[in-house]
């Protein structure tokens, strides 16, 4: 029997997964930039869950959670990625909230 909470998450793994198609490009080279490889193998890692027909969103929501927490704590590089943090982040809180 699928509940109600079953349908929320799922739909909440669909947004992420909307999210890393419509901003993946610009997420990756912001993860890349600040974080260097870590960044982008978590990236990767977020995106193979996604990719899936059905994405389970607990290990979705986990995954997402990383990525937030790491953009929490990235080294500002001076001015330049500020603006791009300040909304990836987010975004990004927005998911992790829902997941």
């Not at 901003?23 to 260097?36: P, V």
């Not at 027909?53 to 590089?77: E, H, N, T």
Request: net charge negative; proline share 4%; with cysteine.
């Amino acid at each position: 029997m699928t509940t109600n909470v079953d349908t929320q998450d799922s739909y909440a793994a669909f947004d992420a997964k909307e999210f890393f198609q419509k901003n993946g490009d610009s997420l990756s080279k912001l993860l890349h930039e600040t974080l260097g490889n870590r960044g982008l193998d978590l990236f990767c890692e977020c995106k193979y869950l996604l990719d899936n027909i059905c994405p389970d969103p607990k290990k979705v929501g986990i995954s997402i959670r990383k990525i937030f927490d790491l953009l929490q704590d990235a080294p500002m590089p001076g001015d330049r990625h500020a603006d791009s943090l300040r909304w990836h982040g987010a975004r990004l809180a927005e998911l992790v909230a829902k997941l």
